[in-house]
């Protein structure tokens, strides 16, 4: 199973290294760049309920085959994009069935995981799944790097082996694949799509419409009340609901949720804008910029496994305040020295704000499936994961539309005191933004209305530019931890006991 899951992890940050090399080739703009990252991210939020209640319905070992098998043809496919006017959306189409198919896969391997192991076992178990497949995601920049050097379109391809071993691997497990006589919830499963699609296309675009735009709050607004209408909708189900949110009357389980929510919108954000600075500001190689996130992964991957002890020793409680602490006190740290654009200099806090996220996902995943006393691991599982998804996509959106308005201001600025006429900064400003964050060339971008030679003759101050525009987003990444700090505060503590209603469940897994 951890084999199987490995490739979800990998992708969502392989094509975060290759990005320069996609834009330059496809000639994608950066929000258009954006959205091929975040389209994987918000259709894995988006399907991950229906992935677990798919798990429940049909048996886990199914669903891990569908799933496996979607997500690798989509992975070829993505490989396959001509360039031309049709790229983006080419790329954009089969990301999100990529992302369908590692919501179908996730929830099922989970499941399968939970049910082998006793609750007084499961905490140092699932911080072995999540420590290690999390720290996968590792893999994705340094094979990202390797592989971009041949041709961009192997990161896709590259999945394709993963996958042929993890369905051999499958098969040989013998899974029992026991199966539920109960109805899918279609229309709940079209409203939380509608929902998180509509309210994530709205913090997308505010980058390009802005936030005085009509479009923007529409969007946002109606997704919202979309995912409002899908919440009182599933209350009032008396059959099988996609998600039963009766599991949140457990105050546990809810600071669980919230505490995973806050550190998501750091946790995958981070590797697209910490990459994107190493080749930018730090002029990096992507083999660089992969190292450079490494850092992140040895904090993690080490704290990850200690989060599991303290689990499985004295409940979820004390690691989920120590490491929102340590994140938010890390990406602090980070944000500061990153207009030292040294990356010896950077790497304790860079190790120190993966600690503080290592220590925070497995225990508050583990808590939260082990306190949903009532429901299926496959709708838990779906409840969490959907909730680390969306966020992850919100705060990408949130995140990169930060960085651009931030970086066109203080580029204006730079080509204002260079002569630039008034009437021309801006809109050149916006021409080296939109070079700079979509990577295409980072060492002469050219600014409509400014010479040639005046972009090159600033790039200095424009990487400055764009490490301080950084510094935004990563202080925001560690106010996003502080609160996640002040939820942790309201868990209960103590350890969940195991459920004599799951006992018959766990061989349905």
């Not at 709708?379 to 966020?391: C, L, M, P, S, W």
């Amino acid at each position: 199973m951890m084999f199987a899951v490995s490739m979800t992890f990998i992708d969502q940050t392989i094509v975060s290294i290759a990005a320069p090399d996609i834009v330059a080739e496809l000639g994608l703009s950066s929000s258009g760049m954006q959205w091929v990252i975040n389209a994987y991210l918000l259709s894995l939020a988006a399907f991950f309920a229906l992935g677990g209640r798919l798990a429940d319905l049909w048996g886990p070992r199914r669903v891990v085959v569908t799933g496996s098998l979607v997500f690798v043809v989509s992975s070829v496919l993505c490989g396959c994009v001509p360039a031309g006017d049709s790229a983006l959306t080419w790329l954009i189409v089969f990301r999100t069935t990529q992302g369908l198919g590692a919501a179908l896969l996730f929830p099922a391997a989970l499941a399968v995981v939970v049910a082998v192991f006793p609750v007084e076992r499961r905490g140092r178990a699932l911080a072995l799944f999540f420590g290690l497949t999390g720290a996968l995601t590792a893999v994705g920049p340094l094979l990202g790097g390797w592989l971009t050097a041949w041709t961009w379109r192997s990161v896709f391809w590259v999945n394709v082996p993963v996958a042929i071993i993890a369905l051999v691997l499958t098969a040989l497990a013998r899974i029992a694949d026991h199966r539920r006589d109960e109805s899918l919830d279609v229309k709940g499963a079209v409203l939380i799509v509608s929902g998180m699609g509509l309210s994530v296309l709205g913090f997308q675009q505010a980058s390009s419409w802005g936030w005085d735009s009509a479009a923007t709050w529409a969007c946002i607004a109606a997704g919202l009340a979309l995912l409002y209408v899908f919440c009182r909708y599933e209350l009032r189900v008396t059959g099988h609901p996609l998600i039963n949110l009766a599991v949140f009357r457990d105050r546990a389980f809810t600071v669980d949720a919230l505490v995973l929510f806050f550190a998501m919108l750091a946790f995958v954000p981070v590797f697209f804008f910490a990459s994107v600075y190493a080749q930018v500001s730090l002029s990096a190689s992507p083999n660089q910029a992969a190292l450079y996130l490494l850092y992140f992964f040895v904090g993690f991957a080490l704290a990850s496994q200690w989060g599991g002890r303290i689990l499985d020793k004295r409940g979820a409680r004390p690691a989920l305040r120590t490491g929102c602490l340590l994140g938010a006190v890390g990406f602090a740290l980070w944000a500061g020295k990153l207009t030292d654009l040294s990356m010896h200099d950077q790497w304790p806090y860079v190790a120190l704000a993966g600690a503080g996220i290592g220590l925070i996902l497995a225990p508050a995943s583990t808590d939260a499936v082990n306190r949903a006393l009532h429901a299926s691991y496959g709708e838990v599982t779906g409840i969490t994961q959907t909730v680390r998804n969306y966020a992850a996509s919100v705060g990408l959106a949130v995140f990169g539309t930060i960085l651009t308005h931030t970086m066109t201001d203080r580029v204006t600025e730079t080509l204002r005191s260079r002569g630039v006429p008034p009437d021309a900064e801006h809109a050149a400003a916006r021409d080296v933004t939109e070079a700079i964050t979509g990577n295409a060339d980072t060492r002469a971008p050219t600014g409509d209305g400014a010479p040639a030679t005046t972009v090159r003759e600033a790039m200095p101050d424009i990487r400055m530019d764009f490490a301080e525009a950084n510094q935004w987003v990563f202080y925001g990444m560690a106010l996003a931890l502080a609160v996640g700090y002040f939820c942790a505060l309201r868990h209960p503590g103590g350890r969940a006991a195991e459920p004599t209603t799951r006992a018959a469940g766990d061989d349905r897994a």
